[in-house]
């Protein structure tokens, strides 16, 4: 899948969808204000996270590779204070090949991004990259799925969207439909959107996306191969302890 282009088709939905998930700002926001220097944030969207770090003073670099959500997020950021919005460096690029010139003590992947890279040599690639710009024993922070079993059985992946009402008077919902590669530890996620407007005309966008995902083991060897030492796993964003039933979300040092 060219990831260049999966987040583009829903780019102006995707604040919709989300608007409610703000669970793990504080503590990204937290990891970030810990730090001297920029951070680097991969797979920025359309600025979910970024933009709370500037407006709490944080200066963030923000790779996205969706020109699509680049442009959403670029926009949000025009409509900041100045000084807030000179804060961010906005890039275009790919999370498993970049280079930047520069290293810095924090680079964080919110949001299962990382996920979306289908194969180990994408993975290592992106790891890889990761590793490169840390300084030394700066911090990585990767968020990630549990893979419990029930999780995997389940033909739902994500909470339904129900039924939205949009400033243009139109209805948005959403249903979903979920394929399983066991073999390859693939879920493959098909979301259709119904947007019907005051007279019952539809119009209809279905997107489809990937989830790789990946055990609690297999993750720290990742890691450990990149040269990222696993300092702690939490179960969620409040820093409990990983119970395999939520989040698994890895704090790893460069060693």
């Known amino acids: 899948m060219e990831l260049e282009k999966l987040y583009d088709p829903v780019a102006t939905l995707y604040d919709i969808e989300h608007e409610g998930f703000v669970s793990d700002i504080p503590f990204y926001l937290e990891e970030a204000k810990k730090v001297q220097g920029s951070v680097l944030e991969l797979g920025a969207g359309t600025g979910r996270v970024t933009l709370e770090c500037a407006k709490v003073g944080v200066e963030i670099v923000a790779l996205e590779i969706s020109k699509g959500m680049l442009d959403v997020a670029r926009k949000k950021s025009s409509e900041l204070p100045e000084d807030v919005a000179n804060r961010i460096t906005w890039l275009e690029g790919d999370m498993r090949k970049f280079e930047l010139g520069r290293q810095f003590p924090l680079v964080f992947i919110p949001f299962r991004s990382f996920q979306h890279l289908e194969t180990r040599s994408d993975q290592e ?131």
């Not at 119970?243 to 040092?253: I, P, S, T």
């Open 125 to 255: 690639a992106c790891l890889e990259c990761v590793s490169r710009h840390l300084e030394k024993s700066g911090r990585f922070v990767l968020s990630l799925f549990a893979p419990s079993y029930q999780r995997l059985a389940n033909r739902q992946m994500f909470n339904s969207l129900g039924t939205i009402e949009l400033p243009d008077g139109c209805r948005l919902s959403r249903t979903e439909r979920v394929t399983h590669d066991y073999v390859n530890q693939l879920i493959t996620v098909e979301w259709t959107y119904d947007v019907v407007d005051a007279k019952g005309n539809i119009k209809r966008n279905v997107w489809t996306f990937p989830m790789r995902y990946l055990w609690r083991f297999e993750t720290e060897l990742l890691l450990e191969k990149a040269g990222l030492e696993v300092e702690t796993i939490y179960g969620d964003y409040n820093r409990c302890a990983f119970d395999h039933n939520g989040e698994m979300l890895f704090v790893a040092r460069k060693s």
